[in-house]
T-cell receptor
Framework: KAGVTQTPRYLIKTRGQQVTLSCSPI?????VSWYQQTPGQGLQFLFE???????NKGNFPGRFSGRQFSNSRSEMNVSTLELGDSALYLC??????????????FGPGTRLTVL | KNEVEQSPQNLTAQEGEFITINCSYS?????LHWLQQHPGGGIVSLFM???GKKKHGRLIATINIQEKHSSLHITASHPRDSAVYIC?????????FGKGTRLHILP
Protein backbone atom coordinates (compact mmCIF):
# COMPACT_ATOMS: atom_id res chain seq x y z
CA LYS A 1 0.00 0.00 0.00
CA ALA A 2 1.40 3.40 -0.97
CA GLY A 3 2.27 5.80 1.80
CA VAL A 4 1.31 9.43 2.22
CA THR A 5 2.52 11.51 -0.71
CA GLN A 6 3.14 15.24 -0.79
CA THR A 7 3.75 17.48 -3.76
CA PRO A 8 5.83 19.35 -4.53
CA ARG A 9 8.77 18.22 -2.40
CA TYR A 10 10.62 21.52 -2.72
CA LEU A 11 9.37 24.99 -3.46
CA ILE A 12 10.95 28.43 -3.63
CA LYS A 13 8.73 31.51 -3.50
CA THR A 14 9.19 35.20 -2.86
CA ARG A 15 7.58 37.33 -0.19
CA GLY A 16 4.01 38.31 -0.96
CA GLN A 17 3.30 35.34 -3.20
CA GLN A 18 0.92 32.55 -2.34
CA VAL A 19 1.53 28.81 -2.38
CA THR A 20 -0.56 25.65 -2.49
CA LEU A 21 0.71 22.34 -1.16
CA SER A 22 -0.92 18.99 -1.80
CA CYS A 23 -1.23 15.83 0.27
CA SER A 24 -2.61 12.44 -0.75
CA PRO A 25 -3.34 10.18 2.23
CA ILE A 26 -2.92 6.45 2.46
CA UNK A 27 -5.75 4.72 0.63
CA UNK A 28 -8.72 4.36 2.97
CA UNK A 29 -7.54 7.03 5.40
CA UNK A 30 -10.07 9.82 5.72
CA UNK A 31 -8.34 12.09 8.21
CA VAL A 32 -5.55 14.44 7.14
CA SER A 33 -3.62 16.79 9.37
CA TRP A 34 -0.99 19.39 8.54
CA TYR A 35 2.08 20.50 10.48
CA GLN A 36 4.76 23.15 10.17
CA GLN A 37 8.33 22.41 11.26
CA THR A 38 10.93 25.15 11.73
CA PRO A 39 14.31 25.07 13.51
CA GLY A 40 13.13 27.61 16.06
CA GLN A 41 9.62 26.43 16.88
CA GLY A 42 9.90 22.74 16.06
CA LEU A 43 6.75 20.93 14.96
CA GLN A 44 3.47 22.78 15.26
CA PHE A 45 -0.04 21.65 14.41
CA LEU A 46 -1.78 23.59 11.63
CA PHE A 47 -5.14 21.92 11.04
CA GLU A 48 -7.00 18.64 10.76
CA UNK A 49 -9.58 17.61 8.18
CA UNK A 50 -12.00 14.72 8.13
CA UNK A 51 -14.70 14.09 5.54
CA UNK A 52 -14.05 17.45 3.89
CA UNK A 53 -14.58 19.33 7.16
CA UNK A 54 -11.99 21.16 9.21
CA UNK A 55 -12.19 19.67 12.69
CA ASN A 56 -9.41 21.49 14.47
CA LYS A 57 -7.10 24.40 13.82
CA GLY A 58 -3.82 25.36 15.42
CA ASN A 59 -2.72 28.82 16.40
CA PHE A 60 -1.79 30.19 12.98
CA PRO A 61 -2.94 33.36 11.20
CA GLY A 62 -5.73 33.33 8.65
CA ARG A 63 -3.16 33.38 5.84
CA PHE A 64 -2.92 29.65 6.40
CA SER A 65 -5.90 27.75 5.08
CA GLY A 66 -6.72 24.30 3.85
CA ARG A 67 -9.35 22.08 2.38
CA GLN A 68 -10.09 18.44 1.82
CA PHE A 69 -11.69 16.87 -1.21
CA SER A 70 -14.18 14.01 -1.44
CA ASN A 71 -11.34 11.57 -2.24
CA SER A 72 -9.65 12.62 1.05
CA ARG A 73 -6.82 14.43 -0.73
CA SER A 74 -6.00 17.69 0.98
CA GLU A 75 -4.43 20.99 0.07
CA MET A 76 -3.12 23.78 2.20
CA ASN A 77 -2.65 27.33 1.03
CA VAL A 78 -0.50 30.10 2.42
CA SER A 79 -1.21 33.57 1.10
CA THR A 80 0.96 36.67 1.29
CA LEU A 81 4.07 34.68 2.13
CA GLU A 82 6.48 35.98 4.74
CA LEU A 83 10.11 35.04 5.29
CA GLY A 84 9.08 33.28 8.50
CA ASP A 85 6.89 30.89 6.56
CA SER A 86 10.01 29.10 5.34
CA ALA A 87 9.63 25.64 6.83
CA LEU A 88 9.07 21.97 6.24
CA TYR A 89 5.34 21.35 5.87
CA LEU A 90 4.26 17.85 6.75
CA CYS A 91 0.96 16.16 6.37
CA UNK A 92 -0.18 12.99 8.08
CA UNK A 93 -3.15 10.71 7.62
CA UNK A 94 -5.05 8.31 9.81
CA UNK A 95 -8.13 6.09 9.59
CA UNK A 96 -10.31 8.13 11.89
CA UNK A 97 -10.32 11.68 13.18
CA UNK A 98 -8.90 12.70 16.50
CA UNK A 99 -5.27 13.64 16.75
CA UNK A 100 -5.17 12.69 20.37
CA UNK A 101 -5.38 8.96 20.11
CA UNK A 102 -4.86 7.92 16.52
CA UNK A 103 -1.57 6.81 15.00
CA UNK A 104 -0.48 9.32 12.40
CA UNK A 105 1.25 8.28 9.17
CA PHE A 106 3.45 11.09 7.91
CA GLY A 107 4.36 12.11 4.39
CA PRO A 108 7.90 13.15 3.36
CA GLY A 109 7.09 16.85 3.60
CA THR A 110 7.32 19.88 1.35
CA ARG A 111 10.25 22.16 2.02
CA LEU A 112 9.18 25.75 1.35
CA THR A 113 11.75 28.51 1.07
CA VAL A 114 10.55 32.12 0.99
CA LEU A 115 13.03 34.64 -0.38
CA LYS B 1 7.31 26.77 30.30
CA ASN B 2 6.69 24.43 27.38
CA GLU B 3 3.80 22.02 27.75
CA VAL B 4 6.04 19.15 26.56
CA GLU B 5 9.65 18.96 27.70
CA GLN B 6 12.18 16.46 26.42
CA SER B 7 15.59 15.60 27.81
CA PRO B 8 18.31 15.45 26.84
CA GLN B 9 18.27 17.77 23.85
CA ASN B 10 21.32 16.06 22.37
CA LEU B 11 22.81 12.66 23.09
CA THR B 12 25.90 11.00 21.70
CA ALA B 13 26.61 7.38 22.64
CA GLN B 14 28.67 4.42 21.55
CA GLU B 15 27.17 1.56 19.59
CA GLY B 16 25.67 -1.02 21.95
CA GLU B 17 24.81 1.38 24.75
CA PHE B 18 21.40 1.50 26.41
CA ILE B 19 19.68 4.79 25.55
CA THR B 20 16.96 6.60 27.52
CA ILE B 21 15.08 9.68 26.31
CA ASN B 22 12.64 11.37 28.66
CA CYS B 23 9.46 13.31 28.08
CA SER B 24 7.49 15.28 30.67
CA TYR B 25 4.22 17.06 30.01
CA SER B 26 2.00 19.40 31.94
CA UNK B 27 -1.42 18.90 30.33
CA UNK B 28 -4.05 16.21 30.53
CA UNK B 29 -3.61 13.88 27.60
CA UNK B 30 -5.49 11.23 25.69
CA UNK B 31 -2.35 9.57 24.36
CA LEU B 32 1.37 10.11 23.96
CA HIS B 33 3.27 9.54 20.73
CA TRP B 34 6.93 8.84 20.12
CA LEU B 35 8.14 9.78 16.64
CA GLN B 36 11.44 9.28 14.83
CA GLN B 37 12.73 11.75 12.26
CA HIS B 38 15.73 10.96 10.08
CA PRO B 39 17.80 13.57 8.19
CA GLY B 40 15.77 14.60 5.17
CA GLY B 41 12.64 15.07 7.20
CA GLY B 42 10.57 11.90 7.04
CA ILE B 43 8.77 11.11 10.30
CA VAL B 44 7.85 7.63 11.46
CA SER B 45 5.46 6.92 14.30
CA LEU B 46 7.17 4.56 16.75
CA PHE B 47 4.61 4.25 19.54
CA MET B 48 1.28 5.56 20.65
CA UNK B 49 0.47 4.81 24.27
CA UNK B 50 -1.91 5.91 26.97
CA UNK B 51 -0.79 3.62 29.78
CA GLY B 52 1.86 1.11 30.74
CA LYS B 53 4.55 -0.07 28.41
CA LYS B 54 5.01 -1.07 24.78
CA LYS B 55 7.88 -2.88 23.09
CA HIS B 56 8.84 -3.16 19.45
CA GLY B 57 12.11 -4.83 18.66
CA ARG B 58 14.87 -2.97 20.50
CA LEU B 59 12.58 -0.06 21.38
CA ILE B 60 10.60 0.21 24.60
CA ALA B 61 8.25 3.02 25.58
CA THR B 62 6.77 3.54 29.01
CA ILE B 63 4.34 6.07 30.39
CA ASN B 64 3.37 7.07 33.92
CA ILE B 65 0.11 9.00 33.72
CA GLN B 66 0.19 10.08 37.38
CA GLU B 67 3.72 11.45 37.04
CA LYS B 68 3.01 12.88 33.55
CA HIS B 69 6.19 11.32 32.28
CA SER B 70 7.22 8.97 29.50
CA SER B 71 10.51 7.36 28.54
CA LEU B 72 11.77 5.88 25.30
CA HIS B 73 14.49 3.26 25.67
CA ILE B 74 16.71 1.81 22.95
CA THR B 75 18.58 -1.37 23.80
CA ALA B 76 21.79 -2.39 21.99
CA SER B 77 21.90 0.92 20.12
CA HIS B 78 23.15 0.97 16.54
CA PRO B 79 24.36 3.79 14.26
CA ARG B 80 21.15 3.44 12.24
CA ASP B 81 19.25 4.58 15.36
CA SER B 82 20.81 8.03 14.85
CA ALA B 83 17.86 10.37 14.38
CA VAL B 84 15.76 12.97 16.14
CA TYR B 85 13.21 11.47 18.54
CA ILE B 86 10.13 13.55 19.18
CA CYS B 87 7.58 13.18 21.95
CA UNK B 88 4.06 14.45 21.22
CA UNK B 89 0.98 14.52 23.40
CA UNK B 90 -2.57 14.32 22.15
CA UNK B 91 -5.08 16.60 23.80
CA UNK B 92 -8.71 16.71 22.70
CA UNK B 93 -8.36 19.21 19.88
CA UNK B 94 -4.69 19.19 18.92
CA UNK B 95 -1.34 17.55 19.28
CA UNK B 96 1.58 19.25 21.04
CA PHE B 97 5.16 18.36 20.19
CA GLY B 98 8.34 18.42 22.21
CA LYS B 99 11.45 20.01 20.71
CA GLY B 100 13.03 16.62 20.06
CA THR B 101 16.15 14.77 21.17
CA ARG B 102 18.96 14.48 18.64
CA LEU B 103 20.60 11.07 19.05
CA HIS B 104 23.95 10.19 17.50
CA ILE B 105 25.27 6.66 17.86
CA LEU B 106 28.96 6.24 17.12
CA PRO B 107 30.21 2.99 15.55
Amino acid sequence: KAGVTQTPRYLIKTRGQQVTLSCSPISGHRSVSWYQQTPGQGLQFLFEYFSETQRNKGNFPGRFSGRQFSNSRSEMNVSTLELGDSALYLCASSWTPGLAANEQFFGPGTRLTVL
Amino acid sequence: KNEVEQSPQNLTAQEGEFITINCSYSVGISALHWLQQHPGGGIVSLFMLSSGKKKHGRLIATINIQEKHSSLHITASHPRDSAVYICAVGVPDKIIFGKGTRLHILP
